[in-house]
């Protein structure tokens, strides 16, 4: 008899040969794996052979719960979350998978018996990075809550053939590099061409009556892509269920080119294979910068367009009505991305199903929800009319009566206010017009959020202030979170055991029990071992530093982290200037005292946005002039890690003492980094901005380190007229003209220019009137972290109290609030119960 390794109570059900739970089939299927599906044989297997033979494993033992889900939910007639996201930054998903099957550690040493190295195999895995950052690694810990809470839901978005670029550092510059994702094949998805869809683009509309004499419109389009659906389970923690995401690839449709083909036309439709396939080619690296390509639309309405037109076909397989579409479905809009949705649901539901507008429109309304994510100017996207007529002609017509009908509203709601109307127009006519895609989505919605407190205010007072005072009731707010079994159980697995040893594991689907650590942070036993499984994660990274980097770090020394996008408004020019006001205070003075530091930094730059590469060349450039700096005696650090993506992330937060989350009060939404470094007792260093106040709000004001204007200042000093070279004196003085000198950049003063004098004659996001409150700031973290002891009482106690900042949390308000959905368990079905 096979000893059962595994002996959890969540898998009391039946399990078949296939997934058995035993050391001995994980090795037997392994090893098969490499013969049958690989096609090799230990001496030519690669790494990455390995790493998929153990995939495949894994991906047995989840696709008995993934048929159990799927015919529950066709069963159930459940209802079901759509989660609308043109990004998904999923990160690896080999190790999330294990633990949350509950198998980690029974498949690490099934592994490593058979002589491998198990971490090994688990960093081979290409992470799906389909998605810029935080937006698109929110939607990913969404659904895997989503999943853990057992709520049935579809993650919807497009499987991009290329994610965000590979970032690599030459010269220290940022250059770019295509990922290549799919190079050695994906073992975590599922290819359904049986359910394909046709995506229309282009063409013009024409007015016929049906066989009812009926007024219809036609949309003639001038081109047709096909849509598969690539599908990938999402596994719940230590549940039956495994949800779906269901990414969308571009393809040409067979049938469509024989026209041209009949023609003779060969290479004509070759040439429109090429185009079609285009469509869902690479990720547009932009996170907060709008392209207003046309390639970028036509993305965002071949996914939403697939993704409703499957919704269709779900309501068709389970016999339910087209007019009960809002009953079935709740789909949420990851800002506006999708929120040509509104439009083409109205399409759908009128021109196809041949409901009448009023109902159509009332199913609408209830169907979706809206997340706004930013209130960058430059974010909110709005489309020129020219190019939205030419690529969806019947959606304009479509949102030109929804606009009619909806400022026939604001002008009897408002009456007489003309200006009004003219700001809350679906179209901006100001000048060359525009489709306002937010407040298409606004009045699409019967919900409408922000991703943290101060985001959700400023939305009512701002930019969507319209539309509240029109319809207060819709908006709300919603604190992003993410999700523990990714962000500690994963990442960081010596936290994990040292909680659990004291309080159990429940923490990790309750994140609010961490509470329970409280009363250890006055056990000095315990504060030593905190402080020992830092340090363990921090000799971890170091390693990872020098591999990646050739810079050796001093484990002991504080590790102070900024890792996200390089935009201005986050400000890593802001902590760059500190470090070289400590440099020139080290070299001014070379027996003052400071606390030894490491920086670190990584984040990508969007190719185009060429301060944020200039920011991170003036990254590189101090750390290569300061960390061969013999007089700064290892006291000082700067690291640029290459590439930040999920992967990277998971070392970097277990090992940080400090987390930077400096952007200019009322810039930042919300901020998730900041959640993954609190929860794994880094203490923050922040703004009064996004979601920063929830966590000194709950980790208490002594436990984190305050500095900046407040948003209300902010106002204030731009409404006054900042000058920003008002602030221009003493130790920032010389930390300005020292990088103007050229001497971090071989006497060439030129280099840093464009971004020096961007700060001493604009400076829009105000680094030089919040330098000396954050420099002061950090003298303080330099002091506290002196005292080593009460450091590991402060970060014991932001762990014990990050609860809050669970994806849990979070989704089930959604699920009680905006979307009504019910958790629905699976019960585990057998081979013998899907006979047919
Ligand atoms: C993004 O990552 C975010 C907002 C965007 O606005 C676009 C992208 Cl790609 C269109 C971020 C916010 O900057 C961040 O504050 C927030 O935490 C995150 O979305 C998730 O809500």
Not at 481 to 497: D, E, I
Not at 697 to 717: D, H, R, W
Request: charged share 25%; hydrophobic share 40%; proline share 5%.
């Amino acid at each position: 008899m096979a000893t059962p390794l595994v002996a959890v109570e969540h898998r009391t059900e039946p399990q078949d040969e296939r997934t058995a739970l035993t050391k001995e089939a994980f090795q037997r299927d392994f090893f098969n794996n490499l013969f049958y599906i690989l096609g090799k044989f230990p001496t030519l297997a690669t790494k990455n052979d390995y790493y998929q033979a153990l995939a495949f494993v894994v991906r047995d033992r989840m696709l008995q719960r993934w048929i159990s889900t799927a015919a529950a939910y066709t069963k159930q007639g459940s209802r079901t979350v759509a989660y609308f996201s043109a990004e998904f930054l999923m990160g690896p998903h080999l190790g999330n998978n294990l633990v949350n099957l509950g198998i980690h550690d029974e498949v690490r040493k099934a592994v490593t018996e058979l002589g491998l190295d198990f971490n090994e195999l688990l960093l081979e895995e290409d992470e799906p990075g389909l998605g810029n950052g935080g937006l698109g690694r929110l939607a990913a810990c969404f659904i895997e809550s989503l999943a853990t809470l057992q709520i049935p839901s579809l993650g919807y978005g497009i499987r991009y053939e290329f994610g965000i670029f590979h970032q690599e550092i030459v010269d220290g510059w940022q250059t770019e590099r295509t990922d290549k994702w799919l190079r050695f094949g994906n073992p975590w998805e599922i290819p359904r061409p049986e359910w394909a869809v046709h995506v229309k683009l282009g063409g013009y509309t024409e007015p016929y009556r049906d066989e009812f004499y009926r007024h219809r419109v036609r949309w003639v389009p001038d081109r047709l892509v096909a849509a598969v659906p690539y599908d990938t389970p999402i596994l719940g923690y230590h549940t039956n269920t495994a949800n779906t995401l269901r990414l969308w690839k571009a393809e040409a449709p067979e049938s469509f080119d024989f026209a041209v083909f009949n023609r003779g036309d060969y290479y004509g439709a070759v040439m429109q294979k090429v185009s079609s396939e285009n469509l869902s080619k690479v990720l547009y690296p932009n996170d907060e910068q709008l392209q207003g390509k046309e390639l970028r639309l036509s993305q965002q309405y071949f996914f939403v367009s697939a993704s409703l037109q499957d919704m269709f076909r779900i309501l068709k397989i389970q016999k339910i009505p087209v007019e009960r579409f809002h009953e079935k479905f709740a789909a949420q809009l990851n800002d506006t991305h999708p929120a040509i949705a509104v439009a083409e649901l109205m399409r759908l539901l009128i021109d196809e199903n041949v409901v009448p507008w009023e109902q159509a429109w009332d199913i609408t309304r209830r169907t979706f929800a809206y997340t706004n994510h930013t209130l960058l100017p430059e974010a909110l996207e709005c489309w020129p009319l020219p190019l939205f007529a030419k690529l969806l002609p019947r959606h304009l017509e479509i949102i030109f009566e929804i606009n009619a009908r909806f400022l026939d509203e604001v002008r009897i709601r408002f009456y007489g206010d003309e200006e009004r109307i003219a700001r809350m127009s679906l179209i901006d006519e100001r000048g060359e017009r525009y489709v306002r895609m937010a407040h298409l989505a606004c009045v699409g919605s019967h919900a409408i959020n922000g991703v943290a407190e101060l985001h959700s205010e400023l939305l009512k007072q701002d930019v969507l202030r319209d539309f509240y005072e029109l319809w207060p009731t819709r908006f709300g707010n919603k604190t992003n979170g993410v999700t523990p079994r990714r962000w500690m159980a994963l990442s960081n697995p010596r936290l994990t055991k040292l909680v659990s040893s004291h309080i159990g594991d429940e923490w990790i689907t309750d994140l609010s029990q961490l509470r329970r650590l409280e009363p250890l942070a006055e056990d000095a036993g315990f504060r030593q071992q905190w402080l020992d499984v830092k340090r363990a994660c921090k000799c971890d990274f170091a390693a990872v530093a020098l591999k990646k980097t050739g810079i050796t770090i001093d484990p002991d020394s504080l590790f102070d982290v900024q890792v996200k996008r390089i935009h201005e408004y986050k400000r890593q020019h802001l902590n760059i200037l500190h470090v070289v006001a400590l440099y020139h205070r080290l070299r001014s003075n070379p027996n003052v005292d400071i606390t030894p530091r490491t920086f670190i930094f990584g984040g990508k730059a969007a190719p185009g946005y060429h301060i944020a590469k200039l920011i991170i060349k003036l990254i590189t450039s101090v750390g290569d002039v300061v960390n061969r700096d013999p007089a700064v005696r290892d006291r000082l650090k700067v690291v640029f890690l290459p590439n930040f993506n999920v992967k990277n992330g998971q070392r970097i937060y277990p090992a940080a003492d400090l987390s930077e989350q400096v952007s200019t009060a009322g810039k930042e939404a919300s901020g998730t980094g900041n959640m993954k470094f609190s929860m794994n007792g880094a203490l923050t260093i922040g703004t009064m901005d996004g979601a920063n106040i929830e966590i000194r709000e709950e980790v208490g004001a002594e436990n984190f380190f305050l500095f900046g204007l407040t948003t209300p200042e902010v106002g204030a000093l731009k409404a006054s007229g900042y000058n920003p070279a008002n602030y221009l004196d003493g130790e920032l003085k010389e930390v300005v003209e020292l990088i103007r000198s050229g001497f971090f950049s071989r006497g060439d003063a030129e280099l840093f220019r464009p971004l020096i004098d961007g700060l001493v004659h604009h400076d829009p996001y105000l680094v030089f009137a919040d330098f000396d409150s954050y420099s002061k700031a950090q003298q303080q973290v330099s002091a506290a972290y002196q005292d080593r002891d009460h450091w590991a009482r402060m970060s014991i106690l932001n762990s014990a109290r990050s609860g809050k900042f669970s994806s849990d949390r979070t989704i089930r308000e959604y699920c009680d609030d905006i979307w009504k959905a019910p958790a629905v368990p699976i019960r585990l079905l057998t081979q013998e119960d899907v006979k047919v």
